[in-house]
């Protein structure tokens, strides 16, 4: 997962803009989160304008998940992983969370030597999906939950930004 912050200078959507009229400032939101499996592999950006709710659908998928894990994966600790797949896809069609053009369900994620593990996928509707292992999805739900990117980003601007003329 990557926090990504833009600070424009030009164009329409300037990071912070001065009313000379009203002698005030605007900032614009400028950060995002990118979150991939790695360089050229499936990948998610989620905008300042969709933060909230996608940290807040994170956090519920992954309860729920971890709520009904042995329903759905039922030898989740042993070697050989099995999945209920109609359970999984009773989870996936009719128990799947989605708010913002964004949707997560329960999946099987398959790492690169097809080992298979508990998994959330994210599905967004101009952005790419993604399917992540639960432990991850759990590490970045804590994370969202503790973050706040809009003083990230005020901090950020004070490092980076100058005040316009």
């Not at 359970?87 to 997560?104: F, N, S, V």
């Amino acid at each position: 997962m990557t926090l990504v912050y833009t600070y424009d200078i030009d164009g329409d959507f300037k990071t912070i803009t001065r009313n000379q009229q009203y002698n005030s400032y605007s900032i614009l939101p400028s950060f995002g989160i990118n979150i991939s499996r790695g360089y050229d592999k499936d990948r998610v950006y989620i905008s300042s304008n969709q933060y909230y709710a996608f940290a807040s659908l994170l956090e519920k998928t992954v309860k729920m998940v971890s709520e009904h894990l042995y329903e759905i994966f039922p030898n989740v600790g042993r070697v050989e992983f099995d999945i209920d797949t109609k359970t999984l896809e009773r989870y996936q069609t009719e128990k799947a969370m989605a708010c913002d053009g964004i949707t997560m369900s329960p999946a099987v994620f398959v790492d690169d030597t097809n080992q298979c593990f508990p998994g959330i996928t994210i599905n967004t509707v101009k952005t790419g999906s993604l399917c992540m292992p639960l432990q991850d999805a759990i590490t970045i739900s804590k994370l969202l939950n503790g973050l706040n990117p809009h003083m990230v980003s005020l901090s950020l601007l004070s490092m980076f930004g100058n005040k316009p003329e």
